[in-house]
């Protein structure tokens, strides 16, 4: 089953679940915010991303700036950032889309194609 972390209010999530509704791809809805990824579970969708950590940031969220993450994630050690982004989901980026294959966090529609295709 596909899972899906989403915030309500973020206009990308509302655009990305529409996306997948009108594909007609069934999937677990996750809120962000209340149910967000726990430590262990960042490392696993990390690893299985492929991708550098810093993707897993929001990097245009409220809290990331107000915490000056952009001047502090380039001293911090991969264990520091996880555990800062296990603390909050707000700091995730999002949607963050879990595949069997793959996990793809932010909403470009021509990679959510490819990740959703059976």
Known sequence: MIKVYCYAKCTTCKKAL?????????????????????EKTLRQLHKKSG??????????GILYREMELSKKLPEMSEDEMFKLLASDGMLVKRPL???????????????????VQK
Do not use: M
């Not at 996306?19 to 726990?38: A, S, T």
């Open 97 to 115: 889309l879990i595949t069997k294959d793959r996990v793809l966090p932010g909403f470009k529609e021509e990679d959510w194609k490819a990740a």
């Open 51 to 60: 991708l550098a950590l810093r993707k897993f940031f929001n990097t245009s």
């Open 18 to 38: 529409k996306w997948l509704d009108d594909n007609k791809v069934e999937y677990q809805l996750l809120d962000i915010k209340e149910e967000h990824p726990d």
